[in-house]
């Protein structure tokens, strides 16, 4: 796409631009993606056509999620957070006309001062690290049992050795740090 586009901003001038070539120009760069860095889920998704040319923006911060579409003469810009009814997201679309000194920079800053004052932002950090931790217990707790039986068929396989291991070895060293790899690893799925 990002040929299309080049070959499509060499038919005109710079001076002729307009600001959705200007935006057109500030993907192709490279400098569209570098300003949206900072967020999470980051999509840019240009077309170009015959009767209308439009950009696409999608990219989320914590539970927040953003979309602008800019399109020949205006753009739409929609904040919303994560779990919204369909119903009230269409109420958040709000329809911009460009003025003459738009600045793309600016809008993503001004937006980003809309989403950090959003009622529903979530601290999602906490959750991750959360999540994190769970997963590290689970496989630890699923790593226990493979690394005692490797290591009692290995001291079998050196020394030649039966050795008996009742029940209670089953329970203790294999059946519980399974349980508990269970448990945590669920709690770590939920916790997404």
């Known amino acids: 796409m990002k ?3 080049k070959k499509y901003l060499k038919t005109k001038k710079f001076c002729n631009y307009n600001i959705l070539d200007k935006l057109f120009d500030l993907y192709v760069s ?48 929609v904040i919303y957070h994560t779990g919204i009814k369909p119903n009230e997201l269409e109420k958040k679309f709000i329809k911009y006309y460009y003025d003459e000194g738009f600045d793309f920079k600016f809008l993503i800053e001004s937006i980003d001062e809309k989403i950090k004052t959003y009622p529903e932002l979530k601290d999602i950090s906490k959750l991750i690290k959360k ?38 070895f089953l329970l203790v060293i294999i059946i519980i740090p399974l349980c508990i790899w269970f448990i945590f690893n669920s709690i770590g799925k939920h916790l997404e």
């Open 3 to 5: 040929n299309a586009i």
């Open 30 to 77: 490279g400098e569209m993606k570098c300003l949206l860095s900072v967020y999470d889920d980051v999509d840019i998704y240009p077309k170009l056509s015959h009767r209308d040319n439009t950009i696409q923006i999608t990219y989320s911060y914590n539970n927040i999620h953003v979309g602008i579409d800019f399109f020949e003469n205006n753009y739409d810009v």
């Open 131 to 168: 999540r994190k931790n769970c997963f590290l217990v689970s496989r630890i707790c699923f790593l226990i049992p493979v690394i005692i039986i490797s290591i009692i068929a290995l001291y079998v396989a050196i020394t030649k050795e039966t050795i008996y291991l009742g029940p209670q």
